[in-house]
Each structure stands twice: as structure tokens, then as C-alpha cells.
């Protein structure tokens, strides 16, 4: 018997003109080949495992998230930087409420800038991995203003509120305006990053605006603090850049998204360029504290009003 069968018209003129057993034989045919299984030429291809049903015990986590690269200025820039200074004025304003008010905001800043290490950890494990010793170490300068500002809320010591009040205002604002980032909403790293660096800020703002900080005299003293500590950090950051290959700080190479760098000259000479103008933005933004200090006519400290911690 023939595997193909003629088409449906051609079937039917050929059976009206064969005899009643002819008939009969063919009609049987039919019905056995209509029962055999077919294989269709447009077989439907089997789903990409992408679009099947995960398995409950795979880690879907452990792959990474395709997100959008990060845009400058863009929609998830702009609303990141409209939510956390929304935030930071919140936490501030609960901080001049009244003394349960200042010490429930200083206890909420503290552990968002010691928090903020881990939760950077976590977010790159759910976004892949954590990719490179640089995103493991916190050797980063954001990374020890974070744990800075974190003891300065909660002990009060003078050197530290200094450090938070310029390393804040001077490195991580920089770094909200021009992030070093790859990946743009909703990337877990990049709610890390603004986590963290909104934090260092509003700790930073908190310390003159609740805690009663205030810059030393003669008006270079306290940016001259600062510097020094800048300086400091700079020679632990290069002492391991040089010993590990990273690039704590951006001390080794520029970072590759546009920032401050860019203006400063090539590498290693922005170096010296970095010394001057971090001193000078030092003395820019102490000038608006020493302004007001003196048009009120307070004696200006390195405290509080009361020179003493947090009760």
C-alpha cells in the first residue's frame, strides 16, 4: 500500500467510479491511515529553558540580572537623587524634633553607614556575584566614610564628626552626581549604591544641623584635619592598590564613568591635582558653617553646643 494518499477531490471522483468492494476497500484504507500517528513538518519547537518552569531547588538567584545600563541623569539617577534627599531631610527634621527625636535619627543614621557594607555585599550576591577583591575589601573612600560617620553619630568624638562633615560633602556628593555605576534601576547594586552614599551625606548635614558641630578656628584648622586624614588614606589605599593590583579610591586609573577625574589631568599626575582641589573644597564648604557662626556670635567648638556626647 502507497504512504501517500491523493488529495481530497481527486479521492472522491475515484471512488464514485469504482465498483461497491472497491469502495469498501478504499474507505478501510482511509480510516487506517487517518488512525496512524503523522509527522508534521511544523512541529513546534520545544521551549527554551528560559521559558520553562524553574525547578524549586535551582538557585535562580545565582544568575545574574539582565538590567539596563546606567544613564547619567537619566530617569533612575534623577528619582534616586529626589528619594534620598527627600529621606535625608526627613531624618534630619525628626533629629531638631527634640532630644528622643535626635537620638532615634542618629541611631537609624548610624546603622544605615555601618549597615551599608553588607547590604553592598548582598546586593551584588543577588545580582550575580561579587565580582573582583575591590567590591570584597572596604577599602573604597565612601567605604571608611561610611564606618566613620557610623561612630561619629553614635560617639561624638570630634575628629570623627570632622571627617563625616568633609569627606562627606566632598566625596560622596561628588559620587551621587556622577556615580560609578554599571547597571541602572532595578539592579540591587544600584539601590546599594545610593543607600550608602545617601547615608554618608545626611550623616554629614546631621552633624552641623542637629548635633551642633561646628569648624575650629582659624577657618583652615578644621579643613587642614580633614586633609590630613585625606592624605592618610590615600597612602593606606596606594599601599594596596600597589599590593593587591586594585584600585581602591581610583588612586591606580580613573573610573571608567564620566566624574572629577576626568578634569583633573592623566594618570599618575591628577594625583597632585586631587591634593589641591580636595584642600579647596575643603575650604569651600566649611565657609557657610564659619559664616553663620560668626553672624550669630557663637564660640565656635568641635562638639556640640555642650561640648558632650549624646546622653
Known amino acids: 500500500m502507497r504512504h501517500g494518499l491523493p488529495m481530497a477531490c481527486s479521492t472522491s471522483v475515484a471512488f ?15 480510516a487506517t491511515c487517518a488512525r496512524l500517528p503523522r509527522k508534521s513538518s511544523h512541529a513546534i519547537p520545544p521551549l527554551p529553558r528560559s521559558a520553562r518552569c524553574h525547578d524549586p531547588g535551582e538557585n535562580v538567584r545565582a544568575r545574574p540580572l539582565m538590567n539596563p545600563p546606567f544613564v547619567i541623569f537619566g530617569s533612575g539617577h534623577l528619582i534616586a537623587l529626589a528619594v534620598g ?8 527634621l525628626i533629629g531638631r524634633s527634640g532630644m528622643r527625636g535626635r ?20 546586593a551584588w550576591s543577588w545580582h550575580g556575584g561579587v565580582h573582583g577583591i575591590e567590591n570584597v575589601v572596604p577599602m573604597h573612600l565612601c567605604d571608611v566614610s561610611a564606618i566613620t560617620a557610623g561612630f561619629a553619630l ?15 560633602l566632598a566625596a560622596a556628593l561628588q559620587a551621587l552626581i556622577t556615580p560609578a555605576l554599571s547597571t541602572d534601576f532595578p539592579a540591587w547594586p544600584f539601590h546599594a549604591f545610593f543607600f550608602q552614599h ?10 552641623p544641623a542637629v548635633e551642633g558641630w561646628r569648624p575650629k578656628r582659624p577657618l583652615w584648622k578644621s579643613p587642614f584635619e580633614a586633609y590630613l586624614g585625606s592624605v592618610a588614606y590615600m597612602a593606606c589605599a596606594l599601599l ?17 564613568t564620566a566624574s572629577l577625574f576626568d578634569h583633573l589631568g592623566p594618570w599618575p599626575w591628577y ?26 556670635g557663637r564660640t565656635t567648638g568641635a562638639s556640640g553646643p555642650t561640648g558632650a556626647s549624646r546622653p
Open 240 to 256: 594596596v592598590n600597589a599590593s593587591l593590583g586594585t584600585n581602591f579610591g581610583f588612586l591606580s586609573r580613573p573610573p571608567e
Open 85 to 92: 534627599s527627600v529621606a535625608s531631610a526627613m531624618l534630619i
Open 16 to 30: 464514485r467510479h469504482r465498483p461497491n468492494g472497491a469502495r469498501r476497500s478504499i474507505a478501510s484504507a482511509i
Open 103 to 122: 537620638n532615634l535619627a542618629a541611631a537609624l543614621l548610624a546603622f544605615a553607614n555601618l549597615s551599608s557594607y553588607a547590604f553592598n555585599q548582598i
Open 154 to 168: 553614635l560617639t561624638c568624638r570630634p575628629l570623627l564628626q570632622t571627617l563625616t562633615y568633609f569627606w562627606g
Open 198 to 207: 545617601f547615608a554618608i551625606v545626611a550623616a554629614a548635614l546631621f552633624m
Open 271 to 296: 594625583l597632585l591635582t586631587l591634593h589641591g582641589v580636595g584642600f579647596t573644597l575643603y575650604l569651600l564648604i566649611v565657609l557657610p558653617l564659619r559664616c553663620s557662626s560668626f553672624r550669630r
